[in-house]
């Protein structure tokens, strides 16, 4: 009898991560919209710039609510170095610290669940469902760039090497990595 290969869903998992990225970062601006446009902080930086900077302030929310920092030169009343908006302002918006976990945890078991009749062990389950970085670490990468700011010489943006490593690769592995082994770990019960 000849042992079938579990074929990996990369496509599958793409999707699923970058619907995962799209859906993480709106569920963003819905939550945050309003506390973006009163932060004392994002006022400044749009007096500096001369320009809005809504989505911008929303997308480095959404890095941040991955751990990653959002790198700010020195302006006017802010201090520099790396900030955290989600901790660091007169709201706390802790909760949503649990978006991406839950949104790539989902999407990690939606691609497990595909894949579940070809799989012969919860580990491959959990491979399926870290297939989601595939399509969620282009978007993170891509998000360094759409949420940067000029100010001056200066760039206001997620911390690019911790926006890579920790929200486009671990975030997406570990996540959607566990959804997947929760399907496998249901369906072979």
Known sequence: MS????SVPVA??????AGAWIVGLLVSAVVTLSAVREDL????????TGSRIDWQAVGWLFYNAHNVDT??????LLSSGYQNFLTGGEETLWYLFLLPPVALVAAGALVAVRARHESRSPADTALAGATVAVGYAPLCILGIVLFAVDVGS??????PLMAVLLAGVAYPLVFGGLGGLAVGALSSR
């Open 154 to 159: 200066a760039t206001i943006r997620p911390d």
């Open 41 to 48: 902080r994002v006022i400044v930086i749009e007096e500096v």
């Open 3 to 6: 042992e079938t290969r579990f």
């Open 12 to 17: 599958a998992g793409a999707l699923a991560g």
């Open 71 to 76: 790198e700010v030169p020195r302006i006017s």
